[in-house]
């Protein structure tokens, strides 16, 4: 596997991309891409150039707006943002750069690749994986930016104008549905040279399934935040498209699997490579290869939590996002069984000695907060007098796990009134937890999936795009967000400030935003 990204590293050094903005889409090399490009391996090099596109967007701040929406008993996530106050604006700021680096890597071998002599099959593969990284990149501008320049297979070198999130996810479910059509599944992924693929970073058609699955699922959802031009589709159709693509994952028992409990979820499935694992981002193991990972990054979302003991210097008072022991065993109570206690697992395998650490004695170390303890892996300085430091995590990034892609299809069931088949998909997630079964005296089905999404992925940067996706702002989020009008949400209250397109003329922010610049 090292060897794959050898040629990536190879790959990168030779191609010199021009960063002035993201709208710079011509290489500075581009007149020699006819020559780059004449056989399967140099394509191969290319989709693993894309690969590395994706691996360096998940280890920038790609997940600044997740954040906002974390269970939170602390405030702080940077400085109050959480809360919305417009009057720091930094907090609201970021550039898609990295994200449009992806595009910059896909459209650059498609001139090329009917030329390249290899096996139609092989071809489709790769056409498969393009396709597939334009649906996923997308999937992240539109949630995190809302209206986004929509680049599609041209090469583009001037100002372009932001297109309604509407009509780019339109063309994002577009790519994902082809990526799913063409490309094979998991367990039948092969490289050039015929050999096996047993890593998750090249997409596959369940990688592709559940991109669509979350494309559809928030334009379904979003349609509060469409304008009134662009909101008269079907969402019904969307959420039947959610749960035939998420029902086209959870079918292959032979590819897919949930780990067997929660504990596992730290140790298998979050480290990487697991049968939990739908799409991830090469990390563990190649920090040579790759050079040095900033503890800055700490793979994305976890940055905001970890703490001791995997940081051993960084104790809960210096987290960003904390969560007091009470509010940790609120969500995850105990119960009597049959005269026993009964505890959902998640609980201790997802907080370190909750109950030890939760101590009088230790109030003023901790102040009730709890030790999130979901990455448990860290990566430590091997030389020099930073011998025995952290350095970061020794993880996989993992984009898609099977159990979000069970609750997202719990959640579109309920929405399309397939009630049992709703229950059926909440309590399998419950069940690996050892957490109650659903009961029609918990209320709504929908909020309750949701606050299962909210406990299952917790810490994992999902809870902002449920909020959204099922408009319960005005409950879930904090502070400011929760009083926003529907003309503010039109006016892109939920998206974040572009930095970085000084350059680009054709260029708007948001009207939320525009009165605070």
Known sequence: MKHCYIILL????TINWSC???LTMTPEASVTFGNAYQTEKDIESAMLAMEGAVRSFASQYVHWASKLGEFDDYFDNGGGFALLQPAKLNGYTYGWYSAYNILKEVNSPIPFLDDVPMTEERRNFYRGQIHFYKAFTYLHLVRDFGDCMLIRDEVISGPLARTSWVDVIDYAIGEARAAANLLPEYSELKDADGDVVT????PCKGAANAVLAHLCAWKAGCKYMAPSVKSGYDDSALWQAVDSACTAIISLDDVYKLASNPEAVCTSVLVGGDRESIYESIFRGFADEFG????TFLLAESRYWQTYPVTTSRLTLSSGCRMLVSSVREMFPTREEGGEKVTDLRRDAYFYKLDSLAHDTLLPLTEGYAFPWKWRYARLETSG???GMFRGYDQNKIWFRLADIILLRAESRVRLGNIEGAIDDLNRI????NAKPYESAEGDLRYAIFKEREKELLMEGSRWYDVLRNEYYKTELYGGYRSVSQQDILD????LIVNGEANNTLFVQYPFWQKYL
């Not at 040095?292 to 503890?295: A, C, G, R, T, Y």
């Not at 892109?492 to 998206?495: I, L, M, Q, V, Y």
């Open 385 to 387: 007098t930073g011998t």
């Open 492 to 495: 892109g209250c939920f998206f």
């Open 10 to 13: 190879l790959l990168l050094g």
């Open 292 to 295: 040095e990972i900033s503890p």
């Open 199 to 202: 890593y998750k970073s090249i």
């Open 20 to 22: 002035e903005d993201a």
């Open 430 to 433: 419950r069940k690996r937890a």
